[in-house]
C-alpha cells in the first residue's frame, strides 16, 4: 500500500477512480481483493482503511496461530481432580 502511494503521489491530475481501479487489479486474488470488487471504495481514504482492517485480521490471524502452535508444542498435564 505504501508503494501504490508513493506512485499515486508522482501521478499528476490522476483520476481517483483510475488509481482505484488499478490497485484493485494490483491485488493478489483474497478476501481483500474479493470485497473491494463486491464493493468498491469511493475514494483512496476509504481504501486506505479497509486495506488496514484486512492487514490488522491477517497479523491477528497469523498471530494467532503462532500461539496456538505453541500451546500446542507445550506438554499437556491432565488435571486428575473430579468434580
Do not use: Y
Not at 5 to 14: P, S
Request: proline share 5%; hydrophobic share 40%; glycine share 4%.
Amino acid at each position: 500500500m505504501d508503494r501504490f502511494n508513493q506512485v499515486v503521489l508522482q501521478i499528476q491530475n490522476l483520476n481517483s477512480e483510475v488509481a482505484l481501479h488499478h490497485m484493485v487489479t494490483a491485488l493478489h486474488p483474497g478476501p481483500l481483493a474479493n470485497s473491494l470488487c463486491k464493493k468498491p471504495a469511493l475514494d483512496m481514504n476509504e481504501m486506505r482503511v479497509r486495506v488496514t482492517k484486512f492487514m490488522r485480521l491477517e497479523e491477528l490471524r497469523d498471530h494467532g496461530g503462532s500461539v496456538k502452535a505453541e500451546h500446542s508444542a507445550l506438554p499437556h498435564q491432565q488435571d486428575k481432580t473430579k468434580i
